[in-house]
């Protein structure tokens, strides 16, 4: 899906109402139970939007009350369009991107009872990252020395801090599909120091293309199937138009012999929610919290009981939650909003 790039921009345009410092924190303090013990089987995740300052613990506390189990730490890179160069600088990262920021949020979420998944994501500067394409063997070995030293670095934290799983890459339409050596190479010298689980997010139309699944444990994809053009569309109609997504992944499942993980899911709270709602990433639209909770609950009455289906990440969960008025917010984010109820019902299932 094009929306690596937007959904990065999105992100940092919106920062200072979503994310907070240490000292919004404090006002956002929700008690953090240190005996938490989830009771849903299935992966039910946020990808948590990285801070760009130091953050308590406080942020798990939300996590712990929708019953989540896990979270996703997403430190970004970037490339430039046509340049084989990965661009990860430590110094000049927000910190919840950077190693320690990484480390301290790992730490964090262990100790109130949430796994971890590590999912390093490159943007493109003035473009989506699936469509980043270089023209020499020359510049793809320039590119996979450059991946893989970025890749590595969090294999290496997620080894010393036990984080369990690591995505080892997000929506690289060309690259996965003409370099699939490459990435059964990478996980092979990943589970040379790391004991915990792989994956790779593909995205929702070209995960077929992705040759490299058995080198993996999980089929990642960005899960954001379009479905229906309705305003507000109902959940019975949104259920049907899953029916054919579902037996196509289902049937993917079994030829790969790996469960289907959504490292990412989720709809924006607007009209259309259900639709291809990257398309229309800066338009204002009217929220429409009704239709995100039903794209929401349909989803899961579709897929959260099958068992090739392992789980997903909601995209996206910020630290500072008070900040988010549902009535004026059309973010993908679901907190303070009616679909942040239908998740707690099935991530405490």
């Known amino acids: 899906m094009r929306i690596g790039k937007i959904k990065f921009l999105f992100t940092a345009l919106i920062f200072l109402m979503a994310c907070g410092n240490a000292e919004s924190q404090k006002k956002d303090n929700i008690e953090v139970k240190s005996n938490y013990q989830p009771v849903g089987k299935k992966i039910g995740g946020v990808n948590f939007t990285?801070?760009?300052?130091?953050?308590?613990?406080?942020?798990?506390?939300?996590?712990?009350?929708?019953?989540?189990?896990?979270?996703?730490?997403?430190?970004?890179?970037?490339?430039?369009?046509?340049?084989?160069?990965?661009?990860?600088?430590?110094?000049?990262?927000?910190?919840?991107?950077?190693?320690?920021?990484?480390?301290v949020n790992i730490q964090q979420?262990?100790?109130?009872?949430?796994?971890?998944?590590?999912?390093?994501?490159?943007?493109?500067?003035g473009g989506w990252i699936g469509d980043f394409d270089l023209d020499t063997e020359e510049q793809w070995k320039i590119w996979e020395a450059d991946y893989e030293k970025y890749i590595?670095?969090?294999?290496?934290?997620?080894?010393?801090?036990?984080?369990?799983?690591i995505c080892i890459g997000t929506e690289y339409r060309n690259a996965a599909k003409k370099r699939p050596q490459f990435w059964i190479k990478l996980a092979q010298d990943i589970r040379k120091i790391y004991l915990g689980k792989l994956t790779y997010c593909a995205n929702w139309d070209d995960y077929?293309?992705?040759?490299?699944?058995?080198?993996?444990?999980?089929?990642?994809?960005?899960?954001?199937?379009?479905?229906?053009?309705?305003?507000?569309?109902?959940?019975?109609?949104?259920?049907?138009?899953?029916?054919?997504?579902?037996?196509?992944?289902?049937?993917?499942?079994?030829?790969?012999?790996?469960?289907?993980?959504f490292t990412e899911y989720g709809y924006r709270s607007m009209d259309q929610a259900a639709w291809r709602s990257w398309e229309m990433e800066y338009q204002e639209?009217?929220?429409?919290?009704?239709?995100?909770?039903?794209a929401y609950e349909a989803l899961y009455k579709s897929l959260w009981s099958e068992k090739w289906f392992a789980g997903g990440f909601a995209w996206k969960w910020y630290s500072s939650f008070r900040r988010i008025d549902p009535e004026n917010n059309h973010d993908w984010t679901p907190q303070n909003k009616k679909a942040q109820e239908v998740m707690k019902a099935y991530y405490g299932k």
């Open 285 to 294: 639209r009217p929220v429409n919290n009704i239709a995100q909770a039903n």
């Open 152 to 165: 590595m670095l969090f294999a290496k934290l997620a080894a010393q801090e036990n984080a369990e799983m």
């Open 208 to 261: 077929t293309d992705v040759k490299f699944w058995k080198a993996l444990d999980y089929v990642g994809m960005s899960g954001y199937f379009p479905l229906s053009d309705a305003q507000t569309p109902a959940i019975e109609d949104l259920e049907k138009a899953w029916k054919p997504v579902k037996e196509q992944l289902k049937s993917f499942a079994t030829k790969e012999g790996r469960p289907i993980l």
């Open 109 to 125: 979420a262990h100790a109130a009872g949430l796994k971890v998944m590590i999912k390093p994501h490159v943007w493109l500067r």
């Open 50 to 103: 990285a801070p760009s300052r130091a953050i308590d613990s406080s942020w798990t506390g939300p996590l712990q009350q929708i019953n989540a189990n896990w979270v996703a730490l997403v430190p970004y890179a970037y490339s430039r369009a046509s340049e084989p160069n990965v661009y990860y600088e430590g110094d000049r990262q927000y910190w919840g991107e950077s190693l320690n920021g990484i480390k």
